[in-house]
């Protein structure tokens, strides 16, 4: 029987692995999540900030978060924060498959933009492929028995726009400035997403396990004026997204209000793709 609409939405209780759970949008996530009732665990290579965060959500009232150092690329790891949140909990509801490297163009990442293709190190290539694909994979992989015993669980990947589409280049040149690029590792490692949703919704049909990607446009997370308005001028809403605006799609696709939904790809990029 479908659930009545308030119910639909209600995470009540709902054991919620987050990786990248201290950066922008996994803090977000986390805190949203938490409104709706679940309990959050935030796994991120910056521990220190985790369990922050976790014992914030804690204190106020939101339900009980754990922070957990997890590095996503280590099998070991991934298996330690498996583990524990059952440990803690009793049980793991969902998968929030977050955690990515995507350099920002500010001065802190100077030089990190310079090479384009036809320089690109195998280093950067390799590193960048291990943490935004290969640890998607390990944590799917070790969350799975858990959900399989319990008969249901929800995994959603976090994709990119750059996945479905290339990047306009154009966006990161300044003027008197080397020319800077979004690295290729970022829309080859986003488009593969896609694919692992799809092997994973069809592989573990029948199961309980659903399997959906969210796909995210440009959110606003202290960009250049110019850079904001060159992006917004490319969406057909005209601007950059909330970081809310996406947790609240991610919300969605971790409720029963999304039960129908496997294999699927929710877009929420103000209509960049839809030119």
Request: hydrophobic content about 45%.
């Amino acid at each position: 029987m479908t659930a009545e609409l308030p119910q639909a939405f209600d995470l009540a209780d709902k054991v919620i692995v987050i990786t990248g759970g201290a950066g922008l949008l996994g803090e977000s996530h986390a805190r949203l999540l938490a409104q709706a009732g679940a309990h959050p665990v935030l796994a991120d290579i910056d521990g220190d900030r985790a369990i922050e965060l976790a014992l914030e959500l804690t204190e106020n009232a939101y339900g009980r978060a754990l922070g957990l150092r997890v590095d996503i690329t280590d099998e070991e790891s991934v298996r330690r924060m498996v583990k524990l949140t059952v440990e803690n909990f009793g049980r793991l509801d969902g998968l929030v498959n977050n955690a990515a490297l995507d350099p920002k163009f500010d001065a802190a990442s100077a030089g990190q933009h310079g090479h384009g293709f036809e320089d690109f190190p195998l280093d950067a290539w390799r590193q960048a492929l291990d943490v935004n694909l290969t640890g998607m994979f390990l944590c799917a992989r070790e969350v799975a028995p858990v959900m399989l015993e319990q008969n249901h669980g929800v995994i959603v990947n976090i994709a990119s726009t750059y996945g479905l589409v290339g990047p306009d280049q154009r966006l990161y040149q300044r003027p008197g400035q080397p020319p800077a690029y979004k690295p290729v590792t970022y829309s080859v490692a986003k488009a593969a997403v896609l694919g692992l949703t799809r092997y994973l919704a069809t592989y573990y049909a029948g199961r309980g396990i659903r399997v959906n990607t969210l796909t995210p446009g440009g959110v606003l997370a202290g960009h250049d004026e110019d850079f904001v308005e060159r992006y917004s001028a490319k969406t057909v809403l005209g601007r950059m997204a909330d970081r809310q605006e996406i947790s609240n799609a991610l919300l969605f696709l971790l409720s029963d209000a999304s039960s129908y939904m496997t294999g699927a790809n929710l877009v929420v990029d103000g209509g960049w793709t839809a030119w």
